[in-house]
């Protein structure tokens, strides 16, 4: 069964380091999103991504963050000088066209130090 | 933008008891009601969903119920195992676009043998 992997499956940084989160979507999947679940709290929505820009992004995603689809398969998280806060467990998800379900990657958790 | 409420936050069960968690939602314009389960060190799946054309579905020992008047959607798990125990999500999004779910804040489920 297809599934959405994601690399690392932890990173530790120090803070003002740039780091950067790898993702493999379904490959047929249209749609694309980063989401962070900071420790025992709910998961909330980054980004998404579609037809190679961003469609919505939240307010949580600031200048220091950015995406890329570089080469058709990988969808990378890039943030640019990470701060303390910015730990937390971070989802990639893909999703084929129309009205389909999202499919969740095991996530990379990302402690900042 | 969407709030998502969900209780309880902790529920503890024995094999066999019913498992009944509740979300209210805000947005009178959310139309789709995702439920996704995760494990430990997993992401979130999606376990079953329910449109607001409909007011329950069922898949198995899983039901959903919604009640679009009182803004309330509810996850039902009959013949709990331990296997069913996880952290529980609920979210609410709107059709269209992005599909960007606004998740709760969880229901971490403990099913004693």
């Known amino acids: 069964e297809p599934e959405v992997t994601q690399t690392p499956s932890h990173q530790v940084t120090q803070m003002g380091q740039e780091v950067i989160l790898r993702c493999v979507p379904i490959s047929n999947h249209l749609y694309f999103y980063w989401y962070r679940q900071i420790l025992g709290q709910k998961v909330e929505f980054l980004v998404s991504f579609y037809n190679n820009e961003i469609s919505e992004k939240s307010e949580i995603f600031d200048d220091q963050f950015s995406v890329e689809r570089p080469d058709g398969s990988n969808f990378t998280l890039k943030i640019r000088s990470t701060k303390l806060e910015d730990s937390a467990m971070y989802f990639c998800a893909s999703r084929a066209g129309g009205p389909s379900e999202q499919f969740f990657g095991p996530g990379t958790r990302l402690t900042v130090l | ?113």
């Open chain 2, 1 to 113: 933008g969407e709030n998502v409420e969900q209780h309880p936050s902790t529920l503890s069960v024995q094999e066999g008891d019913s498992a009944v968690i509740k979300c209210t939602y805000s947005d009178s314009a959310s139309n789709y009601f995702p439920w996704y389960k995760q494990e430990l060190g997993k992401g979130p799946q999606l376990i079953i969903d329910i449109r607001s054309n409909v007011g329950e579905k069922k898949d198995q020992r899983i039901a959903v119920t919604l009640n679009k008047t009182a803004k309330h959607f509810s996850l039902h798990i009959t013949e709990t195992q331990p296997e069913d125990s996880a952290v529980y999500f609920c979210a609410a999004s709107k059709t269209g676009g992005s599909y960007i779910p606004t998740f709760g804040r969880g229901t971490s489920l403990i099913v004693h043998p």
